[in-house]
T-cell receptor, first 113, second 111 residues
Framework: NAGVMQNPRHLVRRRGQEARLRCSPM?????VYWYRQLPEEGLKFMVY????????ESGMPKERFSAEFPKEGPSILRIQQVVRGDSAAYFC???????????FGNGTRLTVT | SQQGEEDPQALSIQEGENATMNCSYK?????LQWYRQNSGRGLVHLIL?????REKHSGRLRVTLDTSKKSSSLLITASRAADTASYFC???????????FGKGTRLSVIA
């Protein structure tokens, strides 16, 4: 049973470009969470999605960031017009339901030059 | 916002010693979970303890929960070099709220 798959593992973007991060949850998991981690820091919650629905986006910046989890295909975290401060590791996790164990991917490391 | 606060921020011990990490949180919870993160990797779930439980064991791990003090501890007995990692506590409140993580304890086990 494949775990949570994130791609790409590393992404380099110039300031002003768009970054698209993909996450395929574990089979049978319909709940997806995105977290952001800065070096030597903990994980900061960004957004919680179920299929075709955003449940909680209280951790998402109001501008430039968006997320989706369509009926078919992976969840996408999209960052428009990236700035240097967006450089971080972005982790996706999935679970079969709220409050249970999260299964994490290995993250996408975004570097903005 | 950060719910859990781990203590200490960093811990260095000799192989074979026990390692204790603490976590304090602010609001009422449904459960508390501990995760481990190796450098450059995603987090791996270690153990979950519910709000009505006081202690739980899994192999060399022992977790306690004191809801009156809003705190938890993770004990790793007979540590090994392979236990070197960052350890995070995370709390779940209720309903459709997400897990909220602390900043972690960096554990170094020296062989």
């Amino acid at each position: 049973n494949a775990g949570v798959m994130q791609n790409p593992r590393h992404l380099v973007r110039r300031r002003g470009q768009e970054a698209r991060l993909r996450c395929s949850p574990m089979k049978g998991h319909s709940h997806v969470y995105w977290y952001r981690q800065l070096p030597e820091e903990g994980l900061k919650f960004m957004v919680y999605l179920q299929k075709e629905n955003i449940i909680d986006e209280s951790g998402m910046p109001k501008e430039r960031f968006s997320a989706e989890f369509p009926k078919e295909g992976p969840s996408i975290l999209r960052i428009q017009q990236v700035v240097r401060g967006d450089s971080a590791a972005y982790f996706c996790a999935s679970s079969p339901g709220p409050g249970g164990t999260l299964h994490f991917g290995n993250g996408t490391r975004l570097t903005v030059t | 916002s950060q719910q859990g606060e781990e203590d200490p921020q960093a811990l260095s011990i000799q192989e074979g010693e026990n390692a204790t990490m603490n976590c304090s949180y602010k609001t009422s919870i449904n459960n508390l979970q501990w995760y481990r993160q190796n450098s450059g990797r995603g987090l791996v779930h270690l153990i979950l303890i519910r709000s009505n439980e006081r202690e739980k064991h899994s192999g060399r791990l022992r977790v306690t929960l004191d809801t009156s003090k809003k705190s938890s501890s993770l004990l790793i007995t007979a540590s090994r070099a392979a236990d070197t990692a960052s350890y995070f506590c995370a709390t779940f409140s209720s309903g459709n709220t997400p897990l909220v993580f602390g900043k972690g304890t960096r554990l170094s086990v020296i062989a």
